[in-house]
C-alpha cells in the first residue's frame, strides 16, 4: 500500500453502504454528502445530523507541566481551563502566523488532548513535540485511539439523552465529560462546527459502528439523517466560523483574522510567538489590516475562495469561502477586505465572477445564530 493511499475512518463500510459520496479530505476517504446536500443541511437546523469527524486529529499532553507546556506552545491561557472544560484556542510560529486552530480539553488535573485539525494534524504534533523540551510533559500521538461522531442540531440533546444516563442538562458548552452512550465508553464534549447545539462523542474506533447505528436508531423518529463534510462546509459558513486554509493561515496572525482575543498576554511567561502578536496587536489597534466580512449576494452567482473583491474598479478584498446557503437563500461569502469597506451595508461592493463583477450586501458575521 502506497503512502498517498487515502486513509479510512472505522465507519468507511457503512458510509458506502449507506450510498455516500466519498472524497479525499486531507489525507483521507470522507463522505462528501449521502443524498442531497441542502437536505441534510436542513436537517441539522431543524431536527439532527450524525457526522463522521475521525480524521481529526487528537494529541494527548500529559505530566506534572502539561499545562506549562500548552502554555507556552499555544497563545491561550490553558493552565486557566478547569478539569472537563475545553477551549478554542490556536498554536502560532514564532512569526505570529496561524499554524493551526484547535479546541483543548482538560481531561484531568495533568491530561489534556488537543484536537486539530486534519490537514495539520503532523504538523501540531511535530510543533508540541519540539516545544515539550525541557517540560516534565510527555506528548502522545492518538489519532489511532479514536474515532470521532459527531451529532448536531436542535433534537440532538433529546437523541443522545434516549442513550446515555451522564448528565446532559449540566454539560455546558465547551465542556466534555467521561460517560457511556449506548453500552459504548465516550468521551462527551459539547462543542461543533455547525452554529447549533450538538455534541461530540470520542470513541474507540472498534466501538464507532455500534454507537453510529444506535444513534442513528435513536434519531430516526425525530428525522435524523447522516451528513457529509459538503453540508457541514455550508453550516460552519453560515455561523461565521473560519476553515483553516481559507480563513486562516501561517500568513495570517490571529489579529489579521479578527480573532485576537483568543492570544492571551495575561498569563504568566513566554510563549511562542508572543513578540510577533504584540507587534500585531498594535498594528489592529492603529491601522487594521484587511477585515473578514460577511457578503450575502444580491444575484443567484456564487462566490468562490479566491474570487476579487471590488468597489469602484478597484481590488478591495478576497474571498475566502463561499456557497450558497440553505438557510438564507441566497449565495454567500467570507472575505476579507480593505477596512475602508468592511462596515456593514458598504455600497457599491462586488465580487468579480469571471469578469462580471455581481452586487454584494456587506453584513456583519455570523450570517446565522440559532435561537437560544
Known amino acids: 500500500m502506497s503512502s498517498n493511499a487515502p486513509r479510512h475512518t472505522a465507519l468507511d463500510a457503512l458510509h458506502r453502504s449507506l450510498g455516500a459520496t466519498m472524497t479525499d479530505f486531507a489525507g483521507w476517504d470522507m463522505p462528501l454528502r449521502y443524498g442531497s446536500e441542502r437536505d441534510e443541511h436542513l436537517a441539522v437546523r431543524t431536527k439532527a445530523g450524525l457526522f463522521d469527524l475521525s480524521h481529526m486529529g487528537e494529541i494527548t499532553v500529559t505530566g506534572p507541566e502539561a499545562a506549562a507546556l500548552l502554555n507556552y506552545a499555544l497563545v491561550g491561557n490553558i493552565a486557566s481551563v ?7 484556542t490556536m498554536i ?25 485539525n486534519a490537514s495539520n494534524a503532523q504538523v501540531v504534533l511535530d510543533a508540541l513535540t519540539e516545544r ?5 510533559a510527555l506528548v502522545r500521538d492518538d489519532r489511532d485511539a479514536y474515532a470521532l461522531i459527531a451529532v448536531q442540531g436542535p433534537e440532538s440533546p433529546g437523541i443522545l439523552k434516549s442513550l446515555t444516563d451522564a448528565d446532559l442538562d449540566g454539560l455546558k458548552y465547551y465542556a466534555g465529560l467521561p460517560g457511556t452512550v449506548a453500552g459504548v465508553p465516550a468521551l462527551i464534549a459539547r462543542t461543533g462546527y455547525t452554529g447549533e ?8 474506533p472498534a466501538d464507532a459502528e455500534k454507537l453510529w447505528q444506535a444513534l442513528t436508531d435513536a434519531g430516526a423518529p425525530v428525522g435524523l439523517v447522516p451528513c457529509g463534510l459538503s453540508c457541514r462546509d455550508t453550516l460552519r459558513l453560515e455561523a461565521g466560523m473560519p476553515l483553516y486554509g481559507h480563513e486562516l493561515s501561517t500568513s495570517l496572525t490571529p489579529f489579521d483574522a479578527g480573532l485576537g482575543r483568543v492570544v492571551k498576554f495575561e498569563k504568566d511567561g513566554d510563549f511562542v510567538g508572543r513578540t510577533a502578536l504584540e507587534a500585531a496587536s498594535e498594528r489592529a489597534a492603529s491601522q487594521p489590516p484587511r477585515v473578514l466580512v460577511g457578503l450575502i449576494a444580491e444575484g443567484r452567482r456564487v462566490p468562490r475562495a ?40 458598504t455600497a457599491g461592493v462586488g465580487v468579480d465572477i469571471r469578469g462580471s463583477h455581481e452586487p454584494y450586501e456587506v453584513v456583519a458575521l455570523p450570517f446565522y445564530k440559532r435561537q437560544k
Not at 478547569?82 to 478554542?88: K, L, N, S
Not at 502560532?92 to 486539530?116: F, P, S
Not at 515539550?132 to 516534565?136: L, Q, S, T, V
Not at 447545539?197 to 474507540?204: K, N, P, R, S
Open 306 to 345: 479566491g474570487y476579487q473583491v471590488v468597489a469602484g474598479g478597484t481590488v478591495i478584498g478576497e474571498v475566502t469561502s463561499g456557497a450558497p446557503s440553505p438557510t438564507l437563500g441566497k449565495p454567500i461569502a467570507m472575505a476579507y477586505v480593505d477596512a475602508a469597506h468592511c462596515a456593514p451595508g
Open 197 to 204: 447545539d450538538g455534541f461530540e462523542l470520542f470513541v474507540a
Open 132 to 136: 515539550a523540551e525541557g517540560f516534565d
Open 92 to 116: 502560532c510560529r514564532a512569526d505570529g502566523g496561524i499554524l493551526d486552530d484547535l479546541i483543548v480539553y482538560r481531561l484531568q488535573e495533568h491530561e489534556y488532548m488537543v484536537v486539530a
Open 82 to 88: 478547569g478539569v472537563g472544560r475545553a477551549r478554542y
